[in-house]
């Protein structure tokens, strides 16, 4: 029986290690690969954001492509990039949050503008 559950273990982390690279889309910039389950890759910073920030873009480049659980995030480590990327219509909208939409009762666009919840246009316009 002990060893059924060690080999299912093993089968298990085995599928979780080759399938990992699978769960970014294509065009996903470079970064960590290898997402643990809830945490993702929020396991490459340790107790300091700003040293395992440093430490990814050393290895990575100036962008970095992280996940934080299920969430892809895209790390921007020089002004001019964060100034280009501010300015294209590409990252004219934010991703929706429902814990926050849930509270706030709004949803994206059509919701109570803030600096939390809006998207879109009057999103542009706050920041």
């Given at each position: 029986m002990i060893g059924l559950v060690?080999?299912?273990?093993?089968f298990l982390v085995f599928w979780w290690w080759i399938t990992a690279d699978k769960r970014y889309p294509k065009n996903f910039p470079p970064g960590p690969r290898l997402p643990l389950p809830l945490i993702g890759?929020?396991?490459?910073?340790s107790k300091d954001l700003l040293k395992g920030s440093k430490y990814l873009i050393?290895?990575?480049g100036p962008i970095v492509g992280?996940?934080?659980?299920?969430?892809?995030?895209?790390?921007l480590a020089s002004y001019d990039?964060?100034?280009e990327a501010g300015s294209r219509e590409d990252f004219s909208a934010r991703p929706a949050y429902p814990g926050v939409q849930n509270i706030r009762?709004?949803?994206g666009e059509d919701g109570l503008p803030g600096v939390l919840t809006s998207s879109g246009q009057t999103w542009v316009?706050?920041?």
């Open positions: 060690i080999v299912t273990i093993i890759d929020a396991w490459c910073f050393r290895i990575y992280i996940r934080f659980g299920e969430t892809l995030t895209v790390l990039l964060i100034q009762g709004t949803s316009e706050q920041r």
